[in-house]
């Protein structure tokens, strides 16, 4: 929005305001070019992104694009923030994850910007008797505590006030979560828990310690199943309105119920549609909050972290640009908490390095960028605003159909749960296969000269329940097998580029075919002839003008020198040629059939 200055002098006012039907006719124009006749609204659908749960991007947004009033921050709905004050005094709440507590681990982090813990404890994590240890030399008055210990969480509860008491903390003093989500337990699992010793555990909680919250409702487990930003918005918001339903039934007021819970959502690399999912998630919350008859005590609490599902394994550097992304969308967005996952997270237990660089990620954004001096920083942009409202809806949409069918745990049991978030995750990896979502690193731009990165096992996290996914699974496994190829025969497979006329015409093309076959772990061969590649395909590369001149009877020379097979990077038949690969071939397809005919099993 454009302010005028004190005396109202406009610096546009000799020219007319453009109009988005002008701009349409424009886009008309720029779209016949390249061959596309539309007009009107379809040349702006033309443009448009198509995101899952049926939502699309838009390419211009105007204040025709209206969504509802979305309040102040520190009021209901809650949307641009659940304090009035934002993060003003001192960002986020930087929550450093630990799976293990190597000695001093954990007092670094707090001594190097961390101002809160969350520690996994029981299966797949630090022992429950461990707990002390792991905590030895912590100001337990001072750095809050959440706990994530599944079905042990009774007893690592337990312990922890033993510390409190030991250690001669008040009560009052206290913050931080017990952590318990049965829900969520059985989701990762498969084992339900029953909800009474939580209840019990809840009652305590409320009694002596004013600053702690008992649960937590993790939405992880939906998005690492591979559902849409959606599919996790309404999980937890039926996930939550379970453990509700269980408070006030066990004698908990309505309000204390909602102050016992706190949300913990993904931030990914999708900036924009993290903030949204935040600010919707807020809004939702809000309406389940007013519809309960308590409308001033729906602030909902937020801890994001950083997407584990967009971590890859190989080229594992470039993750450091997926959470720096990410912790900037969750913080924009407004989470209380955010953890940056390090960067070899999906290797094995992070070392000092990666440690401090996850927590360095939230202290330049905060201290240098000053990301949080202002509230809301998107509040008010057309696109983000049309995005929260819409992403509300769906997500509403999604709870409504879990709740019909008899709640969360119903349609965790059912399997139907299950099949929705794989049926999402099953368009998305087509998406992957093709590379219309781009994974750097892996399916575009791979070095198949890098060096490993090894790290220490991390514990075995419990499963059972819902499956994990990760956005490189697919290349990972061409990428194994090629791995073990190497380490069987001294050498990767390999396939040879024939570049065929001057470098302007093959450069495109060998460029594409090189990054294609290397996500397979397939090394592209350029020099020298084909007999001495030691490789036993061929790919064409050039442009279609000199295909139509020598693709046949190169290809027909390659077979006679021995290739088996030859491809040609482009479109088009030609005498010689078995296959083609081109943008938007499905890849995964096209390096699995390449690795089997080369024997790499």
Known sequence: MTVLPDDGLSLAAEFPDATQEQWQRLVEGVLRKSGKEVSGEAAEDALSTTLEDGLRTRPLYTARDTAPDPGLPGFAPYVRGSRPEGGIAGGWDVRQRHAAAPDGAVLTDLENGVTSLWLLLGRGGIPVPGLARALDGVYLD?????????????????????????????????????????????????????????????????????????????????HEAGGSAAQELGASLATGVTYLRELTEAGLGVEQALGQLEFRYAATADQFLTIAKLRAARRLWARVAEVSGTADAGAQVQHAVTSPVMMSRRDPWVNMLRTTVATLAAGVGGADSVTVLPFDHAIGLPDAFARRIARNTSTILIEESHLARVIDPAGGSWYVEKLTDELAHAAWEFFRTIERDGGQAAVLRSGRLRTDLATTWAERSKKLAKRREPITGVSEFPLLAEKPVVREPAPESPSGGLPRVRRDEAYEELRARS???????????????????????????????????????????????????????????????????????????????????????????????????????????????????????
């Open 142 to 222: 001072l750095a809050p505590v959440v706990l994530d210990a599944g079905r042990d969480t009774e007893a690592a509860a337990a312990e922890l006030f033993r510390l409190y008491e030991e250690k001669g903390i008040d009560p009052k003093a206290v913050r931080g979560n017990l952590g318990a989500d049965p829900l969520g337990y059985e989701a990762r699992t498969g084992e339900a828990l029953d909800f009474a010793p939580v209840a019990a555990l809840t009652r305590r909680v409320t009694e002596e310690f004013p600053g702690l919250r008992t649960l937590t409702v993790d939405a992880l487990p939906y």
């Open 483 to 601: 791995d073990a190829h190497l380490a069987a025969t001294g050498s990767r497979p390999r396939i040879y580029l024939a570049t065929l006329g001057p470098a302007a015409a093959y450069t495109a093309r060998a460029t594409f075919a090189a990054n294609l076959f290397q996500a397979g772990g397939i090394e592209p061969v350029t020099d020298g002839g084909f007999e001495e590649s030691g490789a036993s395909e061929a790919v064409l590369c050039s442009s279609d003008a000199l295909y139509a001149e020598q693709a046949s009877g190169t290809a027909e020379s390659l077979k006679a020198a021995g290739a088996r097979h030859v491809v040609l990077a482009g479109r088009g038949e030609f005498a010689g040629v078995d296959s083609c690969v081109f943008a938007g071939c499905d890849a995964v397809a096209v390096l699995s059939e390449t690795l089997d005919r080369m024997g790499v099993s």
